[in-house]
């Protein structure tokens, strides 16, 4: 029985159809948990949930910034972008099933001493407060609130945690942190504008893992949305986008019982999208 990890996907099916082929993954030995951005970008984002659900519990998704858009263009919040190609799930015929699905899947998750997030996490965050604020998250989503709050939940501001945040603003910091993160500064404020690998981003600011005293640093954490970050492992760090969309690989890595025995599997993805602005 085998626990694997894949990064993003964005709509990459056949990519993702070949990498289960190269894990010989089978649903009803092993567990594959996907870290967010199912969806768009890619050809077929349709199929890369078709072929999630038909996996059942052997496949437990988290939801990235992508995903969130999709729900906002199926509620008619957001309007898809010129890069975004989500028409595969917004014109199919079992489009409500999709939908369905997507607003049920969690913002983090914890399995097998991983705790694994799409994003980042805030460095005043304990890996208990992760996933009670993400079900927070969770739970409007799966609620008949959620058009309003697909609605409020676009904006920068706030750009850091306070717990005395309640309503629209604190479900927003914890998206962000979560679905968006990527540099923060050692007190926790958020900048979105860099998209730069590691060690490039502005001054002041750190990759959100290497920010001194982040709690979750006694946990190993997975994520992914970083792809100019491409595979990093560390012993309590791991992170899955190596840029399929882009023409990069899709990559998945197999837990052992230690980081040494971690094994990283990749297929060779053909570029869907030239990196640039939407």
């Not at 990283?264 to 570029?271: A, G, S």
Request: aromatic fraction near 6%.
């Amino acid at each position: 029985m085998a626990m694997y990890l894949i990064g993003d996907i964005q709509g990459c099916n056949e990519a993702l159809g070949h990498l289960l082929d190269r894990l010989d993954f089978s649903p009803s030995r092993d567990t594959v948990y996907l870290l967010g951005d199912l969806v768009n970008r890619g050809p077929d984002s349709a199929g890369v949930l078709r072929r999630l659900m038909a996996l059942g519990d052997s496949a437990r998704s988290l939801l990235g910034n992508h995903d969130l858009h999709l729900l906002a263009a199926a509620y008619d919040v957001r309007p898809p972008g010129r890069k975004d190609t989500l028409e595969s799930v917004l014109k199919a015929p079992d489009r409500a099933a999709l939908i369905d699905w997507v607003r049920q899947q969690p913002l983090a998750r914890q399995a097998g001493g991983v705790l694994m997030v799409h994003a980042g996490v805030l460095p005043a965050w304990t890996p208990a407060q992760v996933l009670d604020l993400a079900a927070e998250v969770e739970g409007v989503l799966k609620s008949k609130d959620l058009p309003n709050f697909l609605a409020e939940m676009y904006g920068n501001l706030p750009n850091a945690w306070n717990e005395g945040l309640r309503g629209a603003s604190r479900l927003r910091v914890i998206v962000n942190a979560l679905t968006r993160l990527r540099y923060c500064t050692p007190q926790g404020e958020m900048e979105f504008a860099s998209t730069e690998g590691e060690g490039e981003g502005p001054e002041g600011y750190l990759p959100w893992f290497d920010v001194p005293g982040r709690r979750t640093a006694e946990v190993t954490m997975a994520f992914g949305h970083w792809s100019t970050l491409g595979w990093k492992s560390r012993p309590n760090l791991m992170s899955l986008d190596t840029g399929c969309v882009w023409g990069g690989c899709l990559s998945a890595v197999r837990l052992g019982a230690t980081p040494v025995e971690r094994e990283l599997i990749q297929v060779k993805c053909p570029q869907a999208q030239k990196p640039g602005k939407r």
